[in-house]
């Protein structure tokens, strides 16, 4: 489009004006021509199928018919209103038509004994069917042009509606909008990419959009406008990765890998899987390639991302680097120094764990031993980024669970160093390859698809508070068998009081049925402190206690391999990822492992969508697809921040095809012309800057 039009303030519009313009401002937020055309139809009114009178049979949709008039009179209803009435047919029978507006202007438009199409909705009353207020056309002649025949219906207001800007009348200023840059529109896509997708024009598409002649066009004109919608946040994603990797020169980690093999010669408890091999082989390629190294390790719960960060922060100590790893609590990050600890006994790689409740000499001695350079690996929580932890040169930076931490955490690990170090972020909260592609597209993305062998599924059950003996007898056996379970409680902010209720409760019940000398519990809520958090997971991790009872706090990360019973308390009230990564707490060992799903009898359509979806699978990237579906992106993490939810046409759930396409375009177009230079890609890049021109970052081409 001519950019300058496309400026253009509403009210300048042919039938808008200040009034108008300063309403459609505050509750459309429609300032522009150009706003005004990206207020794309919500639906459209089929008027491309012709009812008879015989064919009604229904008042759920609106219908169109062909007929005339037999008889047309003003009259007064019993409390003196005047009405319109009239008796419109056609071959097969007659109905009654009523209008209570209008009447000057219709009773000149209606002659009788000629035909009209006749559109709306019929009502229902005493048997027969009857339409009050249809809208009316006069039929067109043969080889005359019907205008449109999908109706687009607008979302509008009620103070709009009241200025005359219903949906009908948003439609006839866009009409309006649209005539005023006929023939002045210009192309943003480059040409070879629209002959390459088969993509009609600009022109043609908004014109469609807005007033599809066809199913046919309207499809055309949508796989146009998501195609480039996506595209331009594709251009801005390549753009910004592409940005950061020149700027960011990264260290060269030379292949010296002393320590890496003698930890894989003599330490590696098992056989790598075929994914972490692969993944490491990635990860090695970054950290020998020059370029700072950001990548996204996805792994489903229990696919072993510990064990790769481990090797990679192998590979950065034997070239004389320091590494970092990061959790999101407290509990994760003793449990990884913990096993780290263990893993790498024996080899001279010092590892230490600071986290907010660790002592101040102890702290000072890490200071020390980081700016000395002897300590190798440090391992803990967000206390890695205060400013006072300065490192001798930090090469490698893992944050486990990604998806716990903000942006601007992310950031600072970057700047533990004058060159920022390589960054390896984990998550098992998969995210569907386009969504991750799009929201993280400055990360390359690495992908754990595979379980280490001899993991069985875990088998998922739902049941009811009817259950209740029943479950609480299958939890014995399984503690009889020397096996541990978990229950779980949900905790929300919102509700804290109830829920801490609930989970006193909860645990009463519970100590009556599984009485003390014969199970030990042990209980951990956010309440807590992080002394006694550790304690009470401690007593469950060495097998003290048979019976852990949590809010959520242990969602993330544990692992207790002996564990095989999950019991999720009111498992409706939890999202479909935080009962994956809640059962993925259980299924570590050899054994067979269970999570129960404890509901209330009645579940909301989407809980018990989410509830079978757990009961039929354990696929976490499946789960991902169907969470994404019932949420739409904008719940996902990092979402609202990324401005993806303001989205006017494409959906980043059912639309992944269209990402994939779009990224491989604007990888291409980067590749053709980095700087967007070339004459045939001005316009493109104008676009871009017009559409970016608020947010600074993304719009740093040339
Ligand atoms: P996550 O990816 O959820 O962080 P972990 O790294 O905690 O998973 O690994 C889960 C469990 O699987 C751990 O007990 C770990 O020792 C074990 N594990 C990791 N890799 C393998 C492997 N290749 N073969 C067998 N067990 C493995
Ligand atoms: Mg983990």
Redesign the pocket.
Known sequence: MNFELAHTPVEYIKGVGPKRGELLRKELNIHTLNDLLHHFPFRYVDRTTFHTISQIKSTEIDIQIVGKFKSIQETKTKSGRRILTGVFYDDTGNVEVTWFQGLKLLKDFIKLDTPYILFGKPNYFNGTYSFIHPELEERPGVGQQMTSKLQPVYSTTEKLTSVGLNSKGISKIIQNALELIKGKWQEVLPFDFIEKHQLISREDAFFYIHFPQSEEQLQKARQRLKFEELFFIQISVVWQKMLVSQNNKGFIFKEIHNHLRTFYHQKL?????NA?IRVLREIRADVTSGKQMNRLLQ?????????VALQAMLMAVDAGFQACMMAPTEILAQQHYQ?IGEMLYGLPVTVKLLTGSTKTAERREIHRMLSDGSLHILIGTHALIEDTVAFKNLGLAVI?EQHRFGVEQRGKLWKKNTNPPHILV?T?TPIPRTLAMTLYGDLEVSV?DEL???RKPVATYHVTEAHRLRLFGFMKSEIAKGRQVYVVYPLIEESEKLDLLALEQGIESLQRAFPLPDYQFSVVHGRMSPEEKAHEMERFVKGISNIMVATTVIEV?V?V?NATVMVIENAERFGLSQLHQLR?RVG?GAEKSYCILVTGNKLSSDAKVRIDTMCRTNDGFEIAEIDLQLRGPGDIMGTRQSGLVNMKIANLATDQLLVQVTRDAALALYKDDPKLTKPEHRPTLLYYQHLYASSASYAKIS
């Open positions: 408890p098992y056989k790598l899987t972490q792994g489903d719960v229990g696919s072993g991302k510990t064990l096993t486990d984990m098992a754990i280490p062998p001899g990360g692992n391999p993925g570590r």
